[in-house]
Nanobody, 124 residues
Framework: QVQLVESGGGLVQAGGSLRLSCAAS????????MGWFRQAPGKERELLAA????????YYANSVKGRFTIARDNAKNTVYLQMNSLKLEDTAVYYC?????????????????WGQGTQVTVSS
């Protein structure tokens, strides 16, 4: 049982930046792979970024590589998504998720726990 709460979403102009945070409950945060997903209206949910339990390995989708950065602070049970150079196409509900820490980071079925989501809207 892991509870996740996202925050930091909002309205931002194209080209701007936001930092999303996800706070996790429990004492075993470092044992989980953490990922950030998003879902836009009419589109499939997509994995944007993931980070291993120790923080030593990261995965980025091509759509955000070079613009978004995932990080975690295990002492604070928190994972972050720094989003820079935001585009209109980034508008979506953003979710954090926790999964079993394995060698893999980008397997959808390894993510078992989900936050409630936070809306990010990018305007022109």
């Amino acid at each position: 049982q892991v509870q996740l709460v996202e925050s930091g979403g909002g309205l931002v102009q194209a080209g701007g930046s936001l930092r999303l945070s996800c706070a996790a409950s429990g004492r075993t945060f470092s044992s989980y792979v953490m990922g950030w997903f998003r879902q836009a209206p009419g589109k499939e949910r997509e994995l944007l970024a993931a980070i291993s339990g120790s923080g030593g390995r990261q995965y980025y989708a091509n759509s955000v590589k070079g613009r978004f950065t995932i990080a975690r602070d295990n002492a604070k049970n928190t994972v972050y998504l720094q989003m820079n150079s935001l585009k209109l196409e980034d508008t979506a509900v953003y979710y954090c998720a926790a999964g079993r820490d394995t060698w893999f980071l980008a397997r959808d079925n390894q993510y078992d726990y989900w936050g409630q989501g936070t809306q990010v809207t990018v305007s022109s």
